[in-house]
């Protein structure tokens, strides 16, 4: 099993930034992806950005140029630099860990006010 715990989270304003992590532990499988996702109120969740073992990154549209993903994998850690916050990235952001099968983590709020 592997677990993962987001931490960062929390409320900022328009224009500011907020870096979020996800720690991975367990029987981590190695030459996995890890991403993080979110989910708005009322809204389904949706992919925000990922990232492979070897450091090849995605980024949904709405948030390159902002926001970066990275990992550390000595340590099984991924990062979310978020810059540039608008408050319509407010949501619970979702760490998740993917090979052969998907773990997620709890999650972390992010508000940003206007």
């Known amino acids: 099993q592997v677990q993962l715990v987001e931490s960062g989270g929390g409320l900022v304003q328009a224009g500011g930034s907020l870096r979020l992590s996800c720690a991975a532990s367990?029987?981590?499988?190695?030459?996995?992806?890890m991403g993080w996702y979110r989910q708005a109120p009322g809204k389904q969740r949706e992919l925000v950005a990922t990232?492979?073992?070897?450091?090849?990154?995605y980024y949904a549209d709405s948030v390159k140029g902002r926001f970066t993903i990275s990992r550390d994998n000595a340590k099984n850690t991924a990062y979310l630099q978020m810059n540039s916050l608008k408050p319509e990235d407010t949501a619970v952001y979702y760490c998740?860990?993917?090979?052969?099968?998907?773990?997620w983590g709890q999650g972390t709020q992010v508000t940003v006010s206007s």
């Open positions: 990232i492979t073992s070897a450091g090849s990154t």
């Open positions: 367990g029987f981590i499988p190695s030459l996995n992806t």
């Open positions: 998740n860990l993917a090979k052969y099968r998907v773990y």
